[in-house]
């Protein structure tokens, strides 16, 4: 994997990560063209994940990526939820949850429903298509967000958490 990485940055392009496995190599969507990262063709996650956007120009977004780790370790300590894997995208920050056991799409996606609304009314501003997209695609660490020219870089690791545990957290959110 590192080999296709490293030869997609020496092309100049951006790098992505599917979060979820999928069923088959591809399937045959409902148009009856091949498609691969669908929601018919997901078949687990083990994780989940935030996507936090930053623009100083758009109210609806965090001035900067201080503001947004800054709203992010509040709302944790808030609402007591385990510390996450944050990355850096180049601009905004994707904030992860992993977890020790794999959550089969459909449960997963009722799960991070609950989450996405949670969230927004806690007050964190996060991108809504993303948390609770099982298609979703985020930059891989380590590589260039070309877009701004900017690492995407770890800037905080986490363990694992369960699942379970996870889901009582989500309890506590304003849903």
Known sequence: MAGVVADAMLRSMDCYFGLASLTERHVIKENGKKGTRVNQNIKELKSFFVDIDVD???????????????????????YSFPAPLVVSSGGGLHV???????????KWRQAAAMFKSGLINAGLKIDPTRTADACSILRVPGTVNLKRDAQVAVLRECLPVSGKSFIECMKSLPI
Do not use: H
């Open 96 to 106: 992860y949850w992993p977890l020790t056991e794999t959550v089969a799409a459909a």
């Open 56 to 78: 100083a120009d758009d109210s609806s977004k965090y001035a900067t990526q201080a503001d947004a780790l800054d709203a992010l370790d509040a709302f944790l300590e808030t």
